[in-house]
């Protein structure tokens, strides 16, 4: 038998129904019309954001990382409950937009930004979080073209990383940013070139729970920034100070910290260095805010033993949780908390039991060797901490299945 | 400096530029209009047909398994060039009947089969490979209430695997199929109850470059096609022998000896046990007949330096080309092979560069220190062995990215 992770705490059955935001799993399935389906409770979002304002110093903005999860009528809901949206591409700018963010508080990051995205994002009003010299040299020349003052901010691949980060940004050489020690003198050349000067975002590594090494990131993010904007002879409108926050995947994981990260950050942003005096910070987090909200429901199809290992079969898979089954930037495959959502929390999980795709390959594993109630076909499989980097971050084409359903519920 | 895997050897290059189906890359590109773009050279998959053909035995039917690729024009294609083709989903099923893939050459195999996949499968008259004793009664089930005869074969989980596979599908305790100790019963059991009887299956593994593994794999699996049709007590219509021909990815890896393969199936096959006298073979492929066809084709957008290493960063990424990122069933990262389209066969290589995507990930790297000719933004990157498990294998929603085209050429 293999451990699983926590279940996270937002959860909980009735009559042996797993409810998500208040409504059973199975009827949330009547309601959406099939499975597989993802099921995101809006409730949790807010939760979270709720949680980060009371910890964070209220001159920190929230802003959301639309990667985690681009779903449409979740964006409309982030456009509210948070104070702007960090995109990844072209498509992400448009997203965002649509949803509701109005363009000034949009930031664009990304390592290959092509020439249609630049223009676009500066037609807009998007700021382009620039990533090396000759894309600064670009996203110029297509506003002098356009004639309008592009909104420019330097990404920079800071000289420190982020301790016990699941990937990491920063320190040493990276694909990301302009290493530190380039950064000012860039910074200084787009202010007299005439861009509006937006600042710095920096951006050390992600999915941490450690909370010492979030403040210890933080304080190295002020400093950086502080210097660097020395460097430029600009204060920055905002500082990006990147997000990191983790959620807790597997066994022995435990939550972050946030209240002893935020009273610290107050302490760091108390003590700033002058030329930070007026600058507005901003965190950005994508998988904290929405990742424990969401669970991917899907059904079992079959129950079969080989070699006396029972295998519940179900109707999704990788091509929906790629993550799940472990083969996205993860070196040993370990197990996300799972359920039987009609058999939540009263009957005992004393079966060992392997959950798998319904893909014809190996690799599509979505629990091994874990306890559950007995279950079969008819069944529903609960699989937690979907709410991040799953339906959009999944082969959702691979073999000819169909989609996922999505639904936001409150 | 990090090694690659070699170029496929259907590729050349003229004055400087990689020809794939004669054209140059540029030139397709202009055509399509766009990169990234995947080309796959149908003069590869015939080339790979005639080979079969030629090393395999006559009465060695041919069948393409579509997951590997499933692109409309390609399908077609190999309507024509080989004699049956593998399906896994019910959308592939659809697939295959769209590109005039006649039923009773269809063959559905898969663990996690729904009633309304089955129903489908059962109505156009394609056959179904039972991968459990549940499934069997389903599919009987929905026979009966059709009134329409399924036509059924079994899958078998064998007692053996195939060496050196990639990709493990027999052998041990599997989801795939019915253990080999139990398929016979089966087997009598669907010929009871009126099925049409089409036969076993028995897929022992994929991806082995080792030609004495796939011999011994393959006698072994008529070894066992003859016990278990004496257990059933008939004849087999067909006994599909499985695939598991690899292609080379990585550096040392060496094309299967598949002419060895094919002497040594013809010997296999005239000494069969007499109960599968008339019984018809087939060999399923599909990484071998195009995984060597395609090129994925994307444009330089950034050529940056961060701590003195360089890195291309491209239009494309993880994002189209999963597996070649690392992140799709490899434990340790490996270079696919990879040159400058534009730079091919004259420049020498020997720039070390990283070549990343353009997605904001750490994970999405495409080669990893490799020696390529000096290249810069509007240069365009090939990444060979794309054919199979690219495009539809990739997750294509990631960050908001356009999909990525795709051209036949021949």
């Known amino acids: 038998m293999k451990p699983m992770g926590p279940i996270p705490p937002f959860f909980s059955g009735e ?8 409504c059973g799993a199975a009827s949330l399935i009547d309601e959406a019309g099939d499975t597989p389906l993802f099921v995101y409770d809006l409730n949790v979002m807010k939760a979270q954001v709720a949680r980060f304002r009371a910890a964070v110093p209220a001159s920190v903005s929230l802003h959301y990382a639309i990667k985690a999860n681009p779903y449409g009528p979740l964006l409309r809901q982030m456009v509210r409950l948070t104070d702007g949206f960090d995109v990844a591409s072209g498509g992400e700018v448009e997203m965002a937009l649509a949803a509701g963010m109005p363009a000034e508080r949009i930031s664009f990051a990304g390592p290959g930004k092509r020439d249609d995205e630049l223009k676009l994002a500066i037609m807009a009003g998007v700021t382009l979080n620039l990533e090396s010299e000759g894309e600064a040299d670009r996203a110029l020349a297509i506003g002098d073209k356009l004639g309008k003052r592009p909104r420019l901010a330097v990404r920079v691949n800071p000289d420190f990383d982020l301790r016990g980060s699941g990937m990491r940004m920063g320190g040493g050489s990276k694909p990301f940013g302009i290493d530190a020690d380039r950064a000012g003198t860039l910074a200084r050349n787009l202010i007299q070139e005439g861009a509006q000067w937006r600042g710095f975002h920096i951006f050390a590594g992600s999915q941490t729970l450690d909370a010492e090494a979030l403040i210890e990131t933080q304080r190295a993010t002020v400093g950086l920034a502080a210097r660097l904007s020395e460097e430029a002879g600009a204060a920055p409108p905002l500082v990006n100070l990147g997000g990191g926050f983790g959620i807790p995947y597997f066994p022995g994981d435990r939550a972050v910290d946030v209240e002893k990260v935020g009273a610290a950050l107050s302490e760091t942003l108390e003590n700033r260095p002058p030329i930070l005096k007026d600058t507005e910070f901003a965190i950005e987090l994508g998988r904290w805010l929405v990742g424990e909200s969401g669970v991917y429901l899907t ?13 519940l079969v179900v109707d999704g898979g990788l091509h929906h949780q790629l993550a799940a089954s472990g083969n996205f930037g993860m070196v040993i495959r370990r197990n996300y908390p799972v359920a039987i959502a009609n058999k939540f929390g009263i009957d005992p999980a004393e079966e060992p039991v392997s959950v798998v795709g319904c893909l014809c390959t190996p690799l599509d594993r979505l629990a091994e060797k874990v306890a559950l109630p007995e279950a079969g076909p008819g069944d529903i499989v609960a699989i937690f901490l979907a709410g991040a980097y ?8 691979f073999l000819g299945h169909k989609p996922p359903l999505e639904m936001l519920v409150e």
């Open 15 to 22: 009559d042996g129904m797993l409810l998500i935001g208040g």
């Open 299 to 311: 059904r079992i199809v079959d129950r079969k033993v080989s070699q006396g290992e029972t295998y």
């Open 390 to 397: 799953g339906a959009s971050a999944s082969p959702s084409a």
